[in-house]
Each structure stands twice: as structure tokens, then as C-alpha cells.
């Protein structure tokens, strides 16, 4: 199962991308509210965190291959928790999420059931249920939920070094949105980081002077 995706972008359209890798261009779906975000990427080299799923009807033959990508991996581990939910599956959670993750995990814990079925295939029902099922498990995501000290704005997509520098972050104790708001810091303020244990030290002489 392929987990993570890089190459350059090659097309944004409704709903999918084109990225090639090598000589091979997969075509991935992606949540709407990073498209905007992705248009101006387009020739780039951009990280998606992915998933796989068949889709189609076994009975009649019909089945194919369909890979999902997110441009944060927070987003991915989300949209897993996003589709616990009965009766929203996989196509119907990816046309959901036409606003941020953060927004969406906020209104969850907030119960703001307004601000649910204001999204595409999120009737009152739907809305009801997500927030009975998903209330006090989504914090991690919501806006706001980054620890004080920490910039409030997680990189759009991390190069692998840095994805490195959060997966140890992570088992050290830090909740990923954290890390990655660290990381993004710390390599902000030292351009010239490329390896994973130079920009954990960094983050850890950040954290030391905030104290």
C-alpha cells in the first residue's frame, strides 16, 4: 500500500490531481478545500500523504483502484476518524471536506451542527451523528488546539526531512500538530536545516527559549 507520494504536480482539476513520479502520473482525489491551495503549485514538487481504496460494484465486475491524497498528514489521519462515522464513506467524506480540517474538527467539539450541514452531503442528521460519534476525539485537530508557544501555522506540505523531525517528535510526546507548527518554526528561522536530528535540536533550543 502506498502511504506517501512524491513528484511534481502536473494537473489540478475538480476534485483530482495529476502527479507524476518518474515515468509513471497517478491521478490522486483530494479533499476541495485544497485545491486553491494547489493551483498555483501546479510544475512543482509536492508530498501527499495517500490512501487506497477499491471502489465499485463486485457483483457486476466493476471495481477499480482509487488512491486519495492529502497535502498535511494530520488531514489523512482525520478523514480515517471522519469516516467512522455511519453511513459516510470514503467518496462522500472527501466531498465533505470543503473547508479545513481545523474548521470542520472545531465544529465537531463545539457542536456547531450549523456549521456541519453547511457542508456539501452533511444533511442534520449526518451532522447529529458526527458530533454524537466524534465529540471529545477530534481536539487534536480543531483550530486553535496548538500548544502556546507554538506557531499557529502548520506548513502546507513538509519535505521528508521534516516529516522525519515530527514522526520523532511525535513519539517523544508532542501531538502532531505541535511538531509540525515546531518544525515549520524552526526551519523558518534556520533556512539552511536539512536533516531530520539538526532541526530536532533546533526545535528543542526554540522551546527552551520560550521558557
Given at each position: ?31 476541495p478545500a485544497d485545491i ?112 502556546a508557544g507554538a506557531d ?60
Amino acid at each position: 500500500m502506498i502511504v506517501r507520494l512524491s513528484g511534481k504536480l502536473e494537473y489540478v482539476g475538480k476534485g483530482v490531481v495529476h502527479v507524476t513520479v518518474g515515468d509513471l502520473t497517478q491521478e490522486l482525489m483530494i479533499p476541495p478545500a485544497d485545491i486553491t491551495a494547489l493551483q498555483p503549485r501546479v510544475g512543482q514538487l509536492v508530498t501527499f500523504f495517500t490512501l487506497e481504496y477499491i471502489e465499485g460494484n463486485a457483483s457486476f465486475g466493476q471495481l477499480a483502484p482509487k488512491m486519495v491524497g492529502f497535502l498535511r498528514a494530520q488531514d489523512k489521519e482525520f478523514f480515517d476518524l471522519f469516516t467512522t462515522v455511519k453511513g459516510i464513506g470514503t467518496r462522500k467524506a472527501l466531498r465533505a471536506l470543503a473547508m479545513p480540517v481545523g474548521q470542520i474538527a472545531t465544529a465537531i467539539a463545539t457542536k456547531d451542527t450549523r456549521t456541519l450541514t453547511s457542508l456539501p452531503e452533511i444533511g442534520k442528521r449526518t451532522a447529529e451523528l458526527l458530533v454524537a460519534e466524534l465529540h471529545g476525539k477530534v481536539d487534536d485537530f480543531a483550530t486553535g488546539a496548538r500548544g502556546a508557544g507554538a506557531d499557529s501555522a502548520a506548513p502546507e506540505n513538509l519535505r521528508d526531512f521534516q516529516e522525519q523531525a515530527v514522526e520523532v517528535l511525535v513519539k517523544l510526546g508532542e501531538r502532531r500538530p505541535e511538531a509540525e507548527s515546531w518544525v515549520a518554526r524552526a526551519c523558518r528561522a534556520d533556512p539552511e536545516l536539512a536533516e531530520a536530528q539538526k532541526v530536532i535540536q533546533a526545535v528543542y533550543r526554540l522551546k527552551a527559549g520560550t521558557h
